[in-house]
């Protein structure tokens, strides 16, 4: 039997993807190793939102062809999409799907007895994508105890710094009968919370029901315990959403909301579609609303123009905010999109600066969100492994707490004491005896 090896690069939207692909190569007689394991065949689906992740992905190819140096590679992604003539030119590459046909990539490979190197890159892709609401071919087995459930692609909000709505096209649904079904098969084999993806998950439209609706059937699943939003655009976030994570028993009391710059002329140039003091009152609103709320969000330093005043603006912002971390960013012009044209480019080495001060902060938020729990009882999703001497979990306002135990405590949801706290999880110990996971029995 031939085997397979996948590897994703990027959002959790890419790794959603990544899983219906491994399911597809399964059922066509592959064996799917770990990624870095001696393999035939890699696949890997790429991210194309920074150079970073460009360099990766080459650094991945040449990594797997060292230790499978006739593997059959397969790229396919968001930078097969956008980067598709730089592909060419990398050493090793055998296929490249873009965006339109990726969940066709099985259906181009050779057959498994037939892989082998070719001496120029077959290339699948077109300009365009389908701009219809769409059903997914195979539904993939999560590598997490939090599976991710695809309801969205696509974006329209041109971002002048990114090349999503390129990589991805306009946006688009997933149908709510798909959703469902999924939603149903991941509840029956144990997945205790799924996680809402896609590239503006807001925007979310079946008919008259949005993403409210949408929630609202997934809460009808039975066995499903949390649902999970994961990044959300601000401009998405309604009333009623609100109102349904403060009232729901279901639904996760966390928002990802990126906020990119606290400067409203930077916003302004990133062609964001919202001012800082909307995003601010949004923020205020949800917490009102919304008891305990676990919050996070996306800042991107160096952008063009970005001056000493409007860093300190969005630094401010990140201070005053009730943030439980950020995740930051350092701008990369990337090829074809409005911010390139920009004058006024940031030094790299003022953008990396301004970039390790609101990590250090973030790493400061994190630890007084986990230090406010001290002394606190809160349900514990457990993932699979141990770190460090600690078996990890989250909250459903994505706390991440661990816990000293010789118990295998995978996909339990446990009530946990916290007793202490760390800029990397909140220390906890376990209040009651275990609970086994449905259909497994305590040995």
Not at 134 to 149: C, H, K, M, V
Request: glycine share 8%; charged share 25%.
């Amino acid at each position: 039997m031939k085997r397979a090896s996948l590897h994703t690069l990027g959002c959790r939207l890419n790794q959603a993807e990544t899983a219906v692909l491994a399911a597809r190569l399964q059922r066509d007689g592959y064996h799917v190793v770990e990624f870095g394991e001696p393999t035939d065949l890699f696949v890997l689906n790429t991210c194309s939102v920074t150079d970073e992740a460009e360099r990766t992905c080459r650094y991945v190819i040449r990594k797997t062809l060292k230790h499978s140096p006739g593997a059959f590679v397969a790229v396919t992604g968001c930078y097969a999409q956008t980067g598709v003539q730089e592909l060419r030119t990398i050493p090793g590459i055998d296929l490249i799907v873009g965006n339109q046909f990726k969940w066709d990539l099985p259906a181009f490979l050779p057959a498994p007895h037939d892989l082998k190197k070719q001496p120029d890159p077959e290339v699948l892709h077109t300009r365009t994508l389908d701009r219809e609401d769409f059903s997914l071919p195979e539904y993939g087995e999560p590598d997490s105890t939090r599976a991710l459930l695809k309801i969205q692609d696509g974006c329209n909000v041109m971002c002048s710094f990114c090349l999503i709505p390129f990589a991805r096209g306009h946006e688009r649904s997933r149908l709510l009968d798909d959703v469902i079904q999924e939603a149903r098969i991941l509840a029956a084999g144990g997945y205790r919370e799924v996680v809402l993806t896609g590239v503006n998950v807001g925007q979310y439209r079946q008919g008259e029901l949005d993403l409210v609706g949408l929630i609202a059937e997934l809460e009808e699943v039975e066995g499903l315990d949390r649902i999970r939003i994961s990044s959300i655009e601000p401009t998405t976030i309604t009333d009623d959403l609100l109102a349904r994570m403060a009232l729901s028993s279901k639904l996760c009391p966390y928002l990802h909301i990126p906020l990119q710059s606290g400067d409203d002329n930077i916003l302004s140039a990133m062609n964001r579609p919202y001012s800082v003091d909307e995003y601010v009152r949004l923020v205020q609103r949800a917490g009102a609303k919304i008891p305990q709320l676990g919050l996070g969000t996306d800042l991107m330093v160096g952008f063009p123009g970005e001056t000493d005043d409007a860093f300190e603006h969005t630094l401010r912002i990140a201070q005053e905010l009730p943030f439980s971390y950020f995740h930051v960013f350092t701008y990369s012009p990337r090829p074809g999109t409005a911010a390139t044209k920009l004058a006024d480019q940031v030094p790299i080495a003022v953008a990396r600066q301004r970039a390790k001060i609101l990590s250090e902060l973030s790493r400061l938020k994190r630890l007084a969100f986990a230090e406010q729990y001290i002394g606190s009882t809160v349900p514990v999703l457990f993932e699979s492994g141990v770190q460090d001497g600690f078996r990890l979990g989250v909250t459903g306002n994505f706390l991440k707490v661990g816990v000293s135990s010789n118990i295998d405590l995978t996909n339990d949801l446990k009530e946990v004491r916290i007793i202490g706290a760390s800029d990397r999880w909140a220390v906890g110990q376990l209040t009651e005896n275990r609970q086994p996971m449905r259909g497994v029995p305590v040995l």
